[in-house]
């Protein structure tokens, strides 16, 4: 029955072969779970200068496609692989916005036309669809980059499209894609819905907006974070618009791709490990983290750590004042990965000279030490502000390294707090965004390392059976693309 079903699933960004954050992780994920599940879905995503063709044998498949923006007819090429998922990814090779040191930004700051860029891959895409004969049942689109692919469903009334419906998910509120309006002409929305029931907003152009207002059914990537949009804050001021279409909204929890986050399997690790090896495995991945960020090798000293893009989000206005209160105070190491705001990038990057052994950071992206890191610590810190759904708690959690965690969003879905009295739990939350509450955190868990070793090892062993496969997830979203087809 799943084989009727049909996704064109639309992304900004898809894991390995371009990804800034978690929705790169869930782009490149779901659509191979749900292709496994018997789906058929086709990825679509642009070609990015970045993007290694070699690697994952992307290969040509059309060289003069077209789509009509506006007046002009834009011509672009599109690629294909299948590598490395059996997953049908789809490529669009567009250079005039796509050839460019960056994704979103670069050196010089945000790209000022992304609202062109990313109307061009939803017409795009669509276009393939056709190319390809492919009719889906449902437009899957991702964050305010592909809205337009839910609004152009609705306001183009294409035959080819009559029986689809679309999904929009919300990876992160936080980012709504505003723009001038002087796209409307090139993107082909009519002025008519450049209006507050659509793309309008204080004058300006809201994609998230949009995709809000035009999607059949909305989710997000979390229970906690469905109900967290729906308040001001949580919304960053999209609540009235969600409220109106609550009963279109659904959280999903994201899963793990547990084929790539997987100590027992992980290539990027030195030493592999599972339930009964734990031990030894992250003693082993410990001592090559301690040397590779120039700590000093001790195997009962414990590491925190943190890997984040360095973005308020995430609490970095937070751990700034405490790391040297942590480091001061604590017989602990810790150590950074990650890349952002200039001045974090200051900060983080000068602590190991400043704290040379007790300290380590690497500014930048890079995937190899971030599973190092999961493998080599023993707690993860994420004391972000507002967390759709996270990755890195559940990737900790599977790998014995117990979460620190505020309590917002996926974060308090996912991790389930110690409890001194039963020894139960899988990571360490506080609640209030402040600095006491991070450091006396960090306190309980440096102390549950040094006098409970016990209930460490329960919470480890805990933490590393949890279940957060795709298979549950995609169960989910297959019972949403049902309920939309049913629609019809
Ligand atoms: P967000 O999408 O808000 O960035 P998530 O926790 O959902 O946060 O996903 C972040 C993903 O990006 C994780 O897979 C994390 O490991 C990865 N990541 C973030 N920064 C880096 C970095 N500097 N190097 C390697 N991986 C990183």
Same mark, same amino acid.
């Given at each position: 029955m799943l084989d009727n079903l049909r996704v064109l699933f639309i992304a900004s960004e898809a894991a390995p072969? %371009?990804?800034?954050g978690g929705l790169g992780d869930v782009a490149g994920a779901l659509p191979a779970y749900l292709n496994q599940a018997g789906v058929k879905v086709k990825t679509v995503i642009p070609l990015y200068q970045s993007i290694d063709r070699e690697r994952y044998s992307i290969n040509l498949l059309f060289n003069s496609s077209c789509v009509k923006m506006g007046n002009c007819e834009e011509f672009y090429s599109v690629y294909h692989t299948n590598i490395p998922n059996g997953n049908d990814v789809y490529f669009i090779d567009f250079? !005039?916005? *796509? !050839?460019? %040191? $960056? =994704? /979103? *930004?670069d050196a010089n700051g945000d790209y000022r036309d992304s609202a062109y860029r990313y109307s061009f891959l939803c017409r795009a895409a669509m276009q393939l669809a056709k190319d390809l004969n492919f009719k889906p049942d449902i437009i899957h689109a991702n964050d305010w980059q592909t809205s337009f692919a839910c609004y152009y469903l609705k306001s183009d009334n294409d035959e080819f499209f009559s029986n689809t419906k679309s999904v929009f998910t919300i990876h992160? =509120? $936080? /980012?709504? $894609? =505003? /723009?001038?309006?002087?796209v409307l002409d090139y993107a082909k929305i009519r002025y008519d819905d450049f209006s507050s029931w659509g793309f309008e907003s204080f004058g300006k152009l809201n994609l998230m907006k949009a995709g809000i207002c035009f999607a059949d059914k909305i989710t997000t990537v979390s229970p906690h974070y469905a109900q967290e949009i729906l308040g001001p804050i949580g919304s960053n001021g999209l609540h009235m618009y969600l409220e109106a279409r609550k009963n279109d909204l659904i959280g999903i929890l994201n899963g793990c791709d547990t084929k790539v986050w997987n100590p027992a399997t992980d290539k990027y690790i030195p030493a592999n490990y599972d339930l009964n090896s734990y031990k030894t495995g992250k003693a082993f991945n410990k001592k090559i983290l301690q040397n590779m960020f120039l700590l000093q090798e001790n195997p009962n000293v414990p590491i925190f750590s943190f890997i984040a893009r360095l973005t308020p989000q995430k609490g970095i206005d937070l751990l700034a004042p405490v790391v040297e209160r942590v480091i001061n105070s604590m017989a602990c190491q810790i150590v950074f990965l990650g890349s952002g705001e200039e001045w974090a990038q200051w900060f983080f990057g000068g602590l190991p000279a400043r704290y040379p052994g007790k300290i380590g950071a690497y500014i930048g992206y890079s995937e190899d030490k971030s599973h190092l890191i999961e493998a080599g610590s023993d707690f993860f810190l994420m004391p972000s502000i507002y967390e759709p759904c996270g990755l890195n708690q559940m990737y900790s959690q599977l790998y014995g390294t117990l979460p620190i965690v505020r309590a917002t969003g996926g974060l308090d879905d996912t991790v389930d707090n110690y409890n001194e009295q039963t020894s139960i739990g899988t990571g360490f939350k506080f609640w209030d965004i402040s600095v006491d509450a991070l450091y006396n955190t960090i306190g309980w868990a440096n102390a549950t390392y040094y006098d409970r070793k016990d209930d460490m090892h329960n919470m480890i062993r805990e933490a590393m059976i949890k279940d957060y496969s795709w298979e549950k997830a995609c169960a989910k979203y297959i019972k949403l693309y049902q309920e939309l087809i049913t629609w019809k």
């Amino acid at each position: 029955m799943l084989d009727n079903l049909r996704v064109l699933f639309i992304a900004s960004e898809a894991a390995p072969y %371009a990804k800034t954050g978690g929705l790169g992780d869930v782009a490149g994920a779901l659509p191979a779970y749900l292709n496994q599940a018997g789906v058929k879905v086709k990825t679509v995503i642009p070609l990015y200068q970045s993007i290694d063709r070699e690697r994952y044998s992307i290969n040509l498949l059309f060289n003069s496609s077209c789509v009509k923006m506006g007046n002009c007819e834009e011509f672009y090429s599109v690629y294909h692989t299948n590598i490395p998922n059996g997953n049908d990814v789809y490529f669009i090779d567009f250079e !005039k916005y *796509f !050839k460019r %040191a $960056g =994704i /979103y *930004f670069d050196a010089n700051g945000d790209y000022r036309d992304s609202a062109y860029r990313y109307s061009f891959l939803c017409r795009a895409a669509m276009q393939l669809a056709k190319d390809l004969n492919f009719k889906p049942d449902i437009i899957h689109a991702n964050d305010w980059q592909t809205s337009f692919a839910c609004y152009y469903l609705k306001s183009d009334n294409d035959e080819f499209f009559s029986n689809t419906k679309s999904v929009f998910t919300i990876h992160n =509120i $936080g /980012y709504q $894609g =505003i /723009y001038e309006p002087d796209v409307l002409d090139y993107a082909k929305i009519r002025y008519d819905d450049f209006s507050s029931w659509g793309f309008e907003s204080f004058g300006k152009l809201n994609l998230m907006k949009a995709g809000i207002c035009f999607a059949d059914k909305i989710t997000t990537v979390s229970p906690h974070y469905a109900q967290e949009i729906l308040g001001p804050i949580g919304s960053n001021g999209l609540h009235m618009y969600l409220e109106a279409r609550k009963n279109d909204l659904i959280g999903i929890l994201n899963g793990c791709d547990t084929k790539v986050w997987n100590p027992a399997t992980d290539k990027y690790i030195p030493a592999n490990y599972d339930l009964n090896s734990y031990k030894t495995g992250k003693a082993f991945n410990k001592k090559i983290l301690q040397n590779m960020f120039l700590l000093q090798e001790n195997p009962n000293v414990p590491i925190f750590s943190f890997i984040a893009r360095l973005t308020p989000q995430k609490g970095i206005d937070l751990l700034a004042p405490v790391v040297e209160r942590v480091i001061n105070s604590m017989a602990c190491q810790i150590v950074f990965l990650g890349s952002g705001e200039e001045w974090a990038q200051w900060f983080f990057g000068g602590l190991p000279a400043r704290y040379p052994g007790k300290i380590g950071a690497y500014i930048g992206y890079s995937e190899d030490k971030s599973h190092l890191i999961e493998a080599g610590s023993d707690f993860f810190l994420m004391p972000s502000i507002y967390e759709p759904c996270g990755l890195n708690q559940m990737y900790s959690q599977l790998y014995g390294t117990l979460p620190i965690v505020r309590a917002t969003g996926g974060l308090d879905d996912t991790v389930d707090n110690y409890n001194e009295q039963t020894s139960i739990g899988t990571g360490f939350k506080f609640w209030d965004i402040s600095v006491d509450a991070l450091y006396n955190t960090i306190g309980w868990a440096n102390a549950t390392y040094y006098d409970r070793k016990d209930d460490m090892h329960n919470m480890i062993r805990e933490a590393m059976i949890k279940d957060y496969s795709w298979e549950k997830a995609c169960a989910k979203y297959i019972k949403l693309y049902q309920e939309l087809i049913t629609w019809k």
